[in-house]
């Protein structure tokens, strides 16, 4: 099963308005990564938010995670065209204190934002 | 300029032929992956390496082997074991390798191989 399952899988709103987009996981983590993918190109690292961290901010993006739900949320406030692409949520999952190195990706959101 | 390269671009391979799609990055980073993506999904972790001259295998590396003889540079061959290779591969680094709290990926723009 997916370590990260992002909702909704797509997501269609007008510039200038907010695009949330949720990931829920199933099991503990070190920290919780979202990345943003043009179509046919690589992902770009977004915003880091560690297991102890509950809220982080980044220009237009607000990350959020709730680790007793094992959820995290992705807001992008005042939309621009230009946001249009994939978002993941990849987690590093915990091993007793140290991070495995890996992450695990999920099957990502994508927003299309009209002019 | 730092970053990851991958070539090729598009590459396109007969049944039957192995192809070895390249990974460099000039980061200095340690550890580097390779992943999987198909139409409309996330990605899978093929390959990783934490370390030069070592590397482990991912969730679905059946079909696939690497080789990591430089730090700089993380090969991947896909091979005519693997049944359904037309796929999107992207490369990954980070600085850390396990073991601490942060380990941010950098992506390569990705090899798209399609076999005829």
């Known amino acids: 099963s997916q370590q990260g399952e992002e909702d909704p899988q797509a997501l269609s709103i007008q510039e200038g308005e907010n695009a949330t987009m949720n990931c829920s996981y199933k099991t503990s983590i070190n920290n919780l990564q979202w990345y943003r993918q043009n179509s046919g190109r690589g992902l770009v690292h977004l915003i880091l938010?560690?297991?102890?961290?509950r809220e982080k901010h980044s220009g237009r993006l607000r990350v959020t995670l709730d680790t007793s739900k094992k959820s995290s949320s992705l807001l992008i406030t005042a939309s621009r065209a230009a946001d249009t692409a994939s978002y993941f949520c990849?987690?590093?999952?915990?091993?007793?204190?140290?991070?495995?190195?890996?992450?695990?990706f999920g099957q990502g959101t994508i927003l299309t934002v009209h002019p | 300029d730092g970053g990851i390269t991958q070539s090729p671009k598009y590459l396109f391979r007969k049944e039957g032929q192995n192809v070895t799609l390249s990974c460099e990055q000039n980061?200095?980073?340690?550890?580097m992956y390779w992943y999987r993506q198909d139409p409309g999904q996330g990605l899978r972790l093929i390959y990783y390496s934490q370390i030069v001259n070592d590397f482990q295998k991912g969730d679905i590396a059946e079909g696939y082997s690497v080789s990591r003889e430089k730090k700089e540079s993380f090969p991947l061959t896909v091979t005519s074991a693997q049944k359904n290779p037309t796929a999107f591969y992207l490369c990954?680094?980070?600085?850390?390798?396990?073991?601490?709290?942060?380990?941010?990926?950098?992506f390569g723009p990705g090899t798209r191989l399609t076999v005829l």
């Open positions: 990849a987690t590093d999952r915990y091993a007793g204190g140290t991070s495995y190195g890996k992450l695990t």
């Open positions: 990954a680094s980070s600085r850390l390798a396990g073991g601490h709290e942060e380990n941010e990926q950098f």
């Open positions: 980061l200095n980073h340690d550890a």
């Open positions: 938010i560690r297991s102890n961290e």
